[in-house]
């Protein structure tokens, strides 16, 4: 019976350290994405969100990539900077849901609280966004 237990434990381990390099791999495309917004890197932004991508924001707003692409990349930047707190990262093979609270700085007015949910999907190696919806938190 023994024989059998090391090859089980084996394997335990190496699904769960795969899906904490993905999950952290993750977590680093919602940061480059929001990177990207920041520095209204239209380039970025088309390789880190999927075709499909659905974003929902705070105020109810619905828009798809090219609407989402084209709302953050044009004009003065809007947004100054993210924060990220209290993320946490599920994997489920070739999906991920990402959730966590974000602070956002807009540019030039007050910063606020959100609570995301972000689903994520492997295409080829890279995790993209395929979904986004957040809710502002009331301080």
């Known amino acids: 019976m023994n024989r059998f237990v ?3 434990v084996f394997a335990m381990f ?7 390099d993905a999950g952290a791999d ?4 919602s940061a480059a994405w ?12 088309a390789r880190l969100l ?5 974003y929902a924001h705070s105020g109810g707003k619905t828009e798809n990539k ?17 924060g990220e707190t209290n993320t946490i990262v599920r994997v489920y093979g ?9 602070e956002v700085k807009p540019a ?22 395929t979904a986004h919806q957040s809710a502002r938190l009331t301080p």
């Open 94 to 102: 070739k999906a991920a849901i990402l959730e966590g609270n974000v």
């Open 34 to 45: 929001r990177q990207a917004v920041v520095k209204q890197d239209r380039e970025s932004l």
């Open 108 to 129: 030039g007015r007050a910063a606020y609280k959100v609570r995301t949910l972000e689903v994520y999907i492997n295409d080829g190696g890279k995790w993209k966004m």
């Open 66 to 82: 090219a609407e989402y692409i084209s709302a953050v990349t044009s004009g003065p930047s809007r947004y100054e900077s993210f």
């Open 26 to 29: 993750v977590k680093a495309s």
């Open 6 to 8: 090391v090859p089980v």
């Open 14 to 20: 190496a699904v769960s350290a795969a899906a904490a």
């Open 50 to 54: 999927a075709d499909d991508l659905v």
